[in-house]
């Protein structure tokens, strides 16, 4: 799901007239690759849904599901001045199911049959249904206000859809966020459902590739990025990487960083 905690709700018209700052200098990102991260991660999701009230107190201070040990997922932390202080994750629907296996998305706990039928019609029509999600997005409470940190998360999540070379996104997002969601390019699928270990409703809601807009004049279209970018480089060779600080792209204010200074790494690889 989305993680509420993110502060869509009320902040997204406030994302069109904010300036990225020094504050957001230290936000960095790393890819989940072992316990320890995992760890960050599930303790990031605890906290953000008991925050925003999805949860009960309970001993075990972590939000784990089965979804993460599976090699169709990847997970993403993002640092706050070397803090854990917001992660994402995105799930692939492994290749193979012939669309029967949609219950390899955690979203298809709910949606399972509306999932199946969108992508069987866009196979019907000769289109890719290679298909993702982008799931478990989880801020800190204690960050609750630092839109710097919306905007990366979303951002480097864009890079994790790429891994993957999906055709589709599909999301799990409350009722309350479908409109920042629709800005980003995404449509309602289906109607709020229970979501599973959670008390809260999720809407479905599905982007094409080729529609995906990001964050309008904050954070890049999917066609916009690349894997030979270097910070898709770093992330998949263990580094934590930058989010900010680099030369302008697309959008005349934008300075999500591409290409690190100094960098290693070669384009086009």
Not at 156 to 173: S, T
Not at 222 to 240: F, P, Q, V
Request: neutral net charge; contains cysteine; glycine residues 8%.
């Amino acid at each position: 799901m989305d993680g509420s905690s993110l502060g869509l709700t009320r902040q997204s018209d406030a994302i069109a007239h904010f300036k990225i700052s020094k504050a957001s200098d230290g936000i960095t990102a790393r890819l989940v690759v072992n316990e320890n991260g995992y760890h960050e991660a599930q303790r990031l999701r605890y906290d953000a849904y008991l925050a925003a009230g999805y949860l009960q107190p309970r001993d075990v201070t972590l939000f784990v599901d089965s979804h993460d040990a599976k090699p169709s997922s990847r997970s993403l932390v993002i640092y706050l001045d070397d803090q854990p202080a917001a992660s994402v994750r995105v799930c692939l629907l492994e290749a193979g199911s012939d669309h029967e296996g949609g219950g390899e998305l955690p979203a298809s706990a709910m949606f399972k049959t509306e999932i199946e039928n969108f992508l069987r019609q866009r196979a019907d029509r000769g289109c890719g249904t290679k298909a993702v999600e982008i799931t478990r997005l989880a801020r800190s409470p204690l960050h609750a206000k630092n839109l710097a940190l919306v905007l990366g998360l979303y951002h480097v999540a864009g890079y994790l859809i790429l891994h993957f070379r999906a055709d589709v996104i599909f999301a799990a997002v409350t009722k309350n966020h479908t409109s920042f969601y629709q800005r980003m390019g995404f449509r309602e699928i289906a109607p709020p459902k229970d979501y599973p270990g959670l008390d809260v409703q999720t809407v479905l809601m599905g982007c094409l590739i080729e529609e995906h807009r990001g964050i309008p004049g904050r954070t890049l279209a999917l066609k916009e990025m690349s894997l030979s970018d270097d910070t898709y480089l770093g992330l998949i060779a263990g580094e934590r990487v930058p989010v900010f600080g680099g030369a302008a792209t697309s959008a005349p204010d934008l300075i999500v960083n591409r290409k690190r200074p100094n960098s290693d790494h070669q384009s086009g690889v």
